[in-house]
């Protein structure tokens, strides 16, 4: 709302500032005026990790994290699980609006036509050792394709814009599966462009020798349903990425890999794999108790729990958990899973977790899934890579047009030694450190 205000004396020279709030936020450059003598800098904020600073506006993913809510372009997050398949919400997302049956239609042909991968790309995805890591992989071959499309450079041009985000939307599954099939030493396997987004993906993975791959449609569904919850999250560390690298007019591909990059850290995409691992640690229900007292203890952390935003629940991990019901009817159960149950039942129901609000996140039950539906650890944050290109690619056209938008560059706090000059080499102590170590 306009017209609010916040009034601010500076104790320091008793001078008073009427600083404009607008949606609950005040600009940081409002601040800047407010100096104890005219030759200062102006007042900053100090925000490490952004914990309470808005730096953008934007209309694509709302959070309320206290009540757990979760919405797209408006969307609750529950609806488009339930009526969407991942298509029509990656149009969503980048247009602002779901499409109507000729639209979607239209979109999808588009997407297909551009799901094939030079055949040089594949030639540098060969390079890779045997058992490089698929993420790894992902992420160097992402920022490679821009050696393949020297055009995309050319950020400011919509029309130019516009195609290489389908481009990116359509080789990513591509690039995924030839990263998970150059790991088991399996060829390469073209798209198949009957099949759906998920389905085709399934198809590169683990089609054989048989002449056409028929995914299991609810596997391929619970698929298209992890796609949609993993689609956007607003600004987490890796879509903080894309913007700050794509606001320097880096072409999508660098700026998408930069983005990768960020999400593989265990903290955030990385932690579905670690779930994973810490799950196969425990081992069996009776070992949960000494682990979370050792999670207590600040020995190791709960991974998929936590979360910076929500502090109640997160509604990404209640449909994950409905998914996993589905998965199972089909592969049967996962014994993980029960471990998982009853991690989450101490976990909840312990202060230590209830003190600082945390809960299991999207990352908590999403690799039990994929392992049920039989993808390796190793793979998983590639799985969240895919439909998070689509948020990523939002937010960085969103960044792109935006005209308050300029090249990210955040200040800092020097608390480095004043100015000082060069000593020679002879005048030069020894440090205190060398000389403990020696
Ligand atoms: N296990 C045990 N303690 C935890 C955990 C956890 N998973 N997460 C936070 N804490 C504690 C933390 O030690 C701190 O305690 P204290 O106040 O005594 O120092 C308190 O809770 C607040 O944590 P924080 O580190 O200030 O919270 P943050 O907002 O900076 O970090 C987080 C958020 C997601 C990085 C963190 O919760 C975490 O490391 N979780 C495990 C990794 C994980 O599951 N990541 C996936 C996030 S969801 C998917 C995505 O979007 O990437």
């Given at each position: 709302?306009?017209?609010?205000?916040?009034?601010?004396?500076?104790?320091?020279?008793?001078?008073?500032?009427?600083?404009?709030?607008?949606?609950?936020?005040?600009?940081?450059?409002?601040?800047?005026?407010?100096?104890?003598?005219?030759?200062?800098?102006?007042?900053?904020?100090?925000?490490?990790?952004?914990?309470n600073?808005?730096?953008?506006?934007?209309?694509?993913?709302?959070?309320?994290?206290?009540?757990?809510?979760?919405?797209?372009?408006?969307?609750?997050?529950?609806?488009?699980?339930?009526?969407?398949?991942?298509?029509?919400?990656a149009?969503?997302?980048?247009?602002?609006?779901?499409?109507t049956?000729?639209?979607?239609?239209?979109?999808?042909?588009?997407?297909?036509?551009?799901?094939?991968?030079?055949?040089?790309?594949?030639?540098f995805?060969?390079?890779?050792?045997?058992?490089?890591h698929?993420?790894?992989?992902?992420?160097?071959?992402?920022?490679?394709?821009?050696?393949?499309?020297?055009?995309?450079?050319?950020?400011?041009?919509?029309t130019?814009?516009?195609?290489e985000?389908?481009?990116?939307?359509?080789?990513?599954?591509?690039?995924?599966?030839?990263?998970?099939?150059?790991?088991?030493?399996?060829?390469?396997?073209?798209?198949?462009?009957?099949?759906?987004?998920?389905?085709?993906?399934?198809?590169?993975?683990?089609?054989?020798?048989?002449?056409?791959?028929?995914?299991?449609?609810?596997?391929?569904?619970?698929?298209?349903?992890l796609?949609?919850?993993?689609?956007?999250?607003?600004?987490?560390?890796?879509?903080?990425?894309?913007?700050?690298?794509?606001?320097s007019?880096?072409?999508?591909?660098?700026?998408?890999?930069?983005a990768?990059?960020?999400?593989?850290?265990?903290?955030?995409?990385g932690?579905?794999?670690?779930?994973?691992?810490?799950?196969?640690?425990?081992?069996?229900?009776?070992?949960?108790?000494?682990?979370?007292?050792?999670?207590?203890?600040?020995?190791?952390?709960?991974?998929?729990f936590?979360?910076?935003?929500?502090?109640?629940?997160?509604?990404?991990?209640?449909?994950?958990?409905?998914?996993?019901?589905?998965?199972?009817?089909?592969?049967?159960?996962?014994?993980?899973?029960?471990?998982a149950?009853a991690?989450?039942?101490?976990?909840?129901?312990?202060?230590?977790?209830?003190?600082?609000?945390?809960?299991?996140?999207v990352?908590?039950?999403?690799?039990?899934?994929?392992?049920?539906?039989?993808?390796?650890?190793?793979?998983?944050?590639?799985?969240?890579?895919?439909?998070?290109?689509?948020?990523?690619?939002?937010?960085?056209?969103?960044?792109?047009?935006?005209?308050?938008?300029?090249?990210?560059?955040?200040?800092?706090l020097?608390?480095?030694?004043?100015?000082?000059?060069?000593p020679?080499?002879?005048?030069?102590?020894?440090?205190?450190?060398?000389?403990?170590?020696?």
């Amino acid at each position: 709302m306009a017209d609010q205000s916040f009034n601010i004396t500076d104790n320091r020279t008793g001078k008073s500032y009427t600083l404009p709030v607008h949606d609950g936020t005040i600009r940081a450059m409002d601040l800047r005026p407010i100096k104890a003598d005219p030759e200062e800098f102006g007042t900053m904020t100090y925000d490490p990790a952004f914990l309470n600073t808005a730096s953008c506006r934007s209309a694509i993913t709302y959070i309320d994290g206290d009540r757990g809510i979760l919405r797209y372009r408006g969307y609750p997050i529950e609806e488009l699980a339930e009526k969407c398949s991942f298509m029509e919400v990656a149009y969503l997302l980048l247009n602002g609006e779901l499409p109507t049956q000729i639209e979607l239609d239209q979109w999808i042909t588009e997407i297909k036509s551009h799901t094939m991968i030079h055949e040089t790309t594949k030639h540098f995805l060969q390079g890779f050792r045997y058992n490089a890591h698929p993420m790894t992989m992902f992420i160097s071959t992402v920022a490679a394709l821009s050696s393949v499309y020297p055009e995309c450079k050319h950020v400011l041009d919509p029309t130019i814009r516009r195609r290489e985000i389908v481009r990116l939307i359509a080789k990513v599954p591509t690039i995924a599966a030839y990263c998970y099939r150059h790991q088991l030493g399996y060829p390469y396997v073209y798209p198949d462009n009957d099949l759906s987004y998920a389905e085709n993906f399934m198809n590169m993975l683990w089609r054989m020798a048989e002449p056409k791959f028929l995914a299991n449609p609810v596997l391929a569904r619970a698929l298209d349903i992890l796609f949609i919850l993993h689609a956007d999250h607003e600004q987490n560390c890796s879509t903080n990425v894309m913007r700050c690298v794509g606001s320097s007019q880096a072409d999508p591909y660098v700026s998408l890999s930069a983005a990768a990059a960020a999400l593989s850290g265990p903290l955030h995409g990385g932690a579905n794999e670690e779930v994973l691992r810490m799950l196969d640690e425990i081992g069996t229900v009776d070992n949960v108790k000494p682990y979370v007292d050792k999670v207590k203890s600040g020995h190791t952390k709960l991974m998929g729990f936590g979360h910076r935003v929500y502090k109640n629940y997160d509604p990404r991990a209640r449909i994950i958990k409905w998914t996993a019901n589905q998965v199972f009817e089909v592969t049967g159960r996962n014994r993980k899973i029960d471990v998982a149950l009853a991690l989450e039942k101490i976990a909840l129901e312990d202060e230590y977790f209830v003190k600082r609000k945390l809960y299991p996140n999207v990352d908590f039950y999403s690799g039990i899934i994929y392992e049920a539906m039989g993808f390796e650890p190793s793979i998983f944050t590639v799985l969240f890579a895919i439909p998070r290109t689509v948020g990523w690619l939002a937010q960085w056209q969103e960044m792109i047009t935006d005209p308050e938008q300029k090249i990210s560059r955040p200040r800092q706090l020097y608390i480095g030694h004043a100015e000082r000059h060069v000593p020679t080499l002879a005048e030069r102590s020894v440090p205190a450190t060398a000389i403990a170590m020696s």
